[in-house]
Every structure is written in C-alpha cells, then in structure tokens.
T-cell receptor, first 114, second 111 residues
C-alpha cells in the first residue's frame, strides 16, 4: 500500500532562518507531488506541484522554493523565513496527471516563525 | 483560473440533524469535485467525490449534489454524529490542473 511521510511534524524557527521540510511517498512510482499551506481562515493554498523529477510549478510568488531530487521525494525550502510563513504545511500526492483524481495528504508540518 | 467559494465557514448542528455545506466554482470547464474531511492536527482525507457527468452521489450518510448550469455543488450529511465534527473542504479541478480548494467549513456536532 502507498504511504506518505512528512517531517518534521512541528517546527519553531526565528525570522530570517532557513527552512527545509521533507516529504516522501512509498509504494508507488511517478506520483504527482504537491505542497499546500493552510493558514487560519484561508483554506488550502497550493504552493508548488510537480509531475516529475526536476519539474516544479509554482502557484504563488513567495520566498519559498521546492525541489524534487528523486521520484518520490519533495522538499520545501526557504533561505530566510518571514513571519508570514507561519502555517500548517501539507504534502500530498496523486496518481493522475489530469488533476481529476484523489489527493492523498501527509500528516502536515506546523511551522511557527517567531 | 478557478475560484472556489465555500459557505458557511462555521456550522453547528445538533446530533441527529442534517448538515449542508455549499460551494460555487467559476471555471465551467471544471469536471471533478471532491470533498475532504480534516480532523484536528491531521491532513485532509477524501470522503466523497463527484464528476461532471453525474448529478448526485450518495455514500451512506453523506451525499453530494452537482448543478453544472449554476456551477455549484453541495455536501449533505444526514443523522450527524459527534465524530462528524471536523473541517470540511470542497474542491474543483479540470484536466491537467491541480485541485483548487474552498476555504473550509468547521462543522461542530453538539451531542
């Protein structure tokens, strides 16, 4: 069966510090991978998605970046965190490239920037 | 691009009553409409979905209806139970585009 792992689960970082959140998927190959951010009252905001290794689409301009160094690994990074980067970050995967298929979410990473 | 509006943002119902959450979308080309349930501190999970060739779909106590002409779809939960308390998200997408989510509805079922 397929599983998705996301870490760390919680993170408290000072403003200006770097960030690295990691997500891996097991039990499937060539998944579509996504990073969403959930801020209070703003729902699920798509940040990045990837349909293959090295292929990253950015949905929202910001100081975050994403990379996909391996087929089932997706990393969210920042060189210098802002207060506004605080939130609940969710990694997800799907099988269909068409977008019309189920998304499977990880357990999330709660980031607090102080 | 697609824009999904979801109402209400919060909903409280007595146990056993029904709950209805409504969403509208802007892109007439969207053809996939899932609903996700998010429990506290966890990632969302798919509970039901509907595609544009179907007007209604039911799975036990939950049902979803779709009106493509009006570009809106709704989630209906009957005989609500305390374990139905969660945040519910609607979403919409079309071929080759990621899901766009609504802002969520926090449902509280009062025992």
């Amino acid at each position: 069966s397929q599983t998705i792992h996301q870490w760390p689960a919680t993170l408290v970082q000072p403003v200006g510090s770097p960030l690295s959140l990691e997500c891996t998927v097991e039990g499937t190959s060539n998944p579509n991978l996504y990073w969403y951010r959930q801020a209070a009252g703003r729902g699920l905001q798509l940040l990045f998605y990837s349909v293959g290794i090295g292929q990253i689409s950015s949905e929202v301009p910001q100081n975050l970046s994403a990379s996909r160094p391996q087929d089932r690994q997706f990393i969210l990074s920042s060189k210098k965190l802002l207060l506004s980067d605080s939130g609940f970050y969710l990694c997800a995967w799907s099988l269909t490239a068409s977008g019309t298929g189920e998304l499977f979410f990880g357990e999330g990473s709660r980031l607090t920037v102080l | 691009g697609e824009n999904v509006e979801q109402h209400p943002s919060t909903l409280s119902v007595q146990e056993g009553d029904s709950a209805v959450i409504k969403c509208t979308y802007s892109d007439s080309a969207s053809n996939y409409f899932p609903w996700y349930k998010q429990e506290l501190g966890k990632g969302p999970q798919l509970i039901i979905d509907i595609r544009s060739n179907v007007g209604e779909k039911k799975d036990q106590r939950i049902a979803v209806t779709l009106n493509k002409t009006a570009k809106h779809f709704s989630l209906h939960i009957t005989e609500t139970q305390p374990e139905d308390s969660a945040v519910y998200f609607c979403a919409a997408s079309k071929r080759n585009t990621p899901l766009v989510f609504g802002k969520g509805t926090r449902l509280s079922v009062i025992a």
